[in-house]
C-alpha cells in the first residue's frame, strides 16, 4: 500500500493549477461553450471550425442522435424527429406553446412539462437540451484536455422558476456540475463591462430567436447590480420568421401543406429575413412536396410592416424596467444589442429611438453571453483573476401563493435581489382544520389562474383549533441560481408539521436518475464509472477547498484538537480518493463536509467582520 | 465566539440607529459586506461555506432592502423600540387625511378613465411631495423626540401614500 501524504503545515497541497470551467449559452437557436484561456475569453470551435452549434437535435430509431448543424439540415427530410428551438419548451405545458399547430411534432401533454412523441420514444425538452449540452461538454473537453470542474449555464433573465429548474435537470442529465445559473443579460454585461471599465446605467437588450430580456444594471466600481429585469419568454426571432410564412402561404394561397413544406418554408422565412438585414429586398424560393415552385419577393419595407407590433412589443417590457429601476430613459449611459435578432436594422432603430441613443453593437451579438459566462465560470471555479468584481442579480418574476378566492399573495417581490428569503405566516379557515394545501405560484397578477403555477404543498397534522387560531409560517427561498425552495411549519404549537411535497412543473430526482441511466445506455459510457468520476471530482473539489481554508486560517480558528480531526477526514479521503470504492468516496466525501461545519461557520464570521471593519484579518481579536 | 447572525441591521452595516442614514455609507457597507460573503465567493468551497454564504447573503440583503427604504427602516425602528407600527388592529386615520385620500383617488380614477397622462404626472408629483414631508416628519419624530407612537401614525399615513404610487405606477402602464 502506498503511504500516505502529510503536507506541511500552513502550506496548500493543491498544486497551483488551472481548473477547467466553461461558460455555456444554451440557446433556443444557437449553443456555444467558451472558456478563459490565457486570461482571454475564447469561443471553442468544433472540429470544423465552427462555434455556433445549431439548437437542434435529431433522434434516431436506434437511440443515437445527431445534433447541431447536420441535424438542421436535415430537419426537412426527418421534421417529426428534429426537434428545434426546444428551449421554448423547457418547463412549460401544452397550453403554454400558442403555435403549437403550426409546429411538425407531436405533444404529449404530460403533467407538468410538455413532452414530444420521436422514433426514440417520448423525449422531455430537457433530454432534448440535455443532448445539446453533451455535445458541448464534449466538444470542451476535447479542446481543454480534461475533464470539467464545472459549467456557468445562461438563461434568460425573464425565465420563471420552471424553467430555471429544467435548465439545471438539463446539466444534471448531460453529467454537468452547475456553477451558477447566470442570467443572460447579465453575462453580457460582464463581458462587456469588463472591456469597458466603465461605470454607470446600462441597459441591456437581449433578443434571440424565441426569447427576449430587457435588463437594467448598475455598474460601480466592480459590482454588477441588476437593478430590474423584464421580457417576454416566449418573443423572438421566430416570431419573425413566423410572420414571413404566413405572408408566403397567403401570397402563394396554400393551405394544407405537410409537415415538411412547413419546416422548409419556416427555414426559409429565417433566410429571407436575414437577408433583409443587409439588402433591401429578397428572394424566397422553394420546391414543395408536391413538386409545386414557391417564387416571391419580400422587401424590406414589406417586412418591417408586417413584423412592426412585434418590434413594439419588445418596448413596453423597457418602459417597465425602467419604471422599476426608478429611472429615466435619459440616465441610461449605454445601451448593450444582444442575440442576432438585434441584427435586424429596424430593431436597433426603435432601441436607439427609445432609450435617445445609439446603441451599442460592438461585440459580437452571437457570442458576448457565452464569453461573459466563461469570465463568471473562470472565477467560481477559483481561478485566480486580476480584477475582482461581484454580481447581484434579481428575480424576475414575484413568487407568491394562493389564498382564499383564487388570489394570488405575493411573498418575494419581483426584482427582489437574490439570495433572498421571506416568511409570512397564514393561517386556517375552518374550525377543527387540519390540513392546508399550498399553492406556489409566480407571475405579477392578481389572480392565481392569470400566474404560472409552480407547486403544490400539503402541510398537514396541524392541531385542530378554531378557525384563525393556527398560525402556519411559509418560508420562500430563493438561492444564488434564481431557483425557490418553500417550507412551511405550524408555530403556535411548536409542533413541526410534516410537508408533502408535490411538485406541478419539472422533474422529480426519479425522472432525471431514469433520463441519466437512458442516455448512457446509448453511449459507451459506462454508468457506474461515470458516477465514480464524478464521486471523485466532488471530493477532489472539497479537498482542495478544505485545505486551502485550512492553510489561510486553520491555525486562528481551529484548536489543535479539532484541526487533527479535521486533517484525519482530509487523509481518510486522500485515501478512498486513489482507490475505486464509490460508496466510500461518497461517505469520506459527506464525513469532511459534516466535519468542517463549524469551521466554516467561524470563516464566514471573519469575512464579515473584516469587511466591516476593513482591517486585516490578524488584526481582529477573535 | 460567533458573530451574532441575528445581530440588528445597523449593527450589521456598522451604521447608527436612526432613521436618518448616510446612504452612501450602507451602499459602501453592503457592497464590501456582499463582496465577502456572496455565494459566488464559495462556488467552489465545501457544501457547509455555500450553504452559510447563502444564508449570510440572504440575511445582507434583507438588511439592506430594510434600511434602504424609508418606509421599511422606519418600521424597523419602531420594532426595535417595541411598537408593531402595521398591528392590524390599529388603522385610525385623521379625518382631515381621510378627505385627502379621497380626492386624490378621484384623480386618479379620472386621469385613468381619461387616459390622461399630464394629469396623472401632475398627481404623481403631488403624491410624492406629501410623501417626501411624511419622510421628514418621521425623521423629527423618530430621531429628535422619539415619539413612537406619533411615528406609527405617520408610518401609516406613508404606507397610504406608497401604495396609492404603485397604483399610479400601474396606471401608466394601462396607457400603453
Ligand atoms: N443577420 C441577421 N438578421 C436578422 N436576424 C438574424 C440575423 N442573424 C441571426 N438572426 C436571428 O437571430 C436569432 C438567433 O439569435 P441567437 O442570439 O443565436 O438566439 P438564441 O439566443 O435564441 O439562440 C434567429 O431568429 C436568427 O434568425
Ligand atoms: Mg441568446
Redesign the pocket.
Known sequence: MALLQISEPGLSTAPHQHRLAVGI?L?????LVATVRNGVAVVLNDAHGHG?LP?VVRFHKDGTTTVGIAAQAQAADDPHNTIISA?RFMGRGIKDIPDAATMPYQFVDAPGMVQIKTVAGVKSPVEVSAEILKTLKARAEASLGGDLVGAVITVPAYFDDAQRQATKDAAKVAGINVLRLLNEPTAAAIAYGLDNASEGIYAVYDL????FDISILKLTKGVFEVLATNGDSAL???D??RRIYCWILEKAGLHAIDDHDKTLLMARA?EA??T???HAQAKITAVLTSGEVVDQSLSEDGFNEMTASLVNKTLAPCRKALRDAGLDASEVKGVVM????T??PRIQAAVGEFFGQTPLTNLD??KV?ALGAAIQANVLAGNKSGDDWLLLDVVPLSLGLETMGGLTEKIIPRNATIPTARAQEFTTYKDGQTAMSIHVVQGERELVSDCRSLARFELRGIPPMVAGAARIRVTFQVDADGLLSVTAREMGTGVESHIAVKPSYGLTDDEVATMLRDSYAHAQDDMTARNLAEARVDGQRLLEATEAALAENGEALLSPAERAVVEKQIADLRTVLQGGDLAAVKRATEALNHGTVEFAARRMDISVRKALTGHRLDELEI | MSLDFNRNHFDLFGLPQAFALDTARLDQAYRDIQAEIHPDRFAHAGESEQRLAMQWATKVNEAYQTLKKPFERARYLLSLNGVDAMDARNTSMPADFLMLQMEWREALEQARAGKNEKTLRALEQTLQEQARGMRAELGVLLDEQRAYARAGDTLRKLRFMDKLLEEVGAAYESLD
Do not use: A, H, Q, Y
Request: hydrophobic share 20%.
Open positions: 449559452d440557446g433556443t437557436t444557437n449553443s455556433l439548437s428551449k434571440g430567436g424565441g426569447t423572438g426571432g421566430d419573425f420568421d429565417r429575413k436575414e433583409l438585414s443587409e444582444v442575440g442576432g435578432s441584427r435586424v451579438p452571437d453571453v
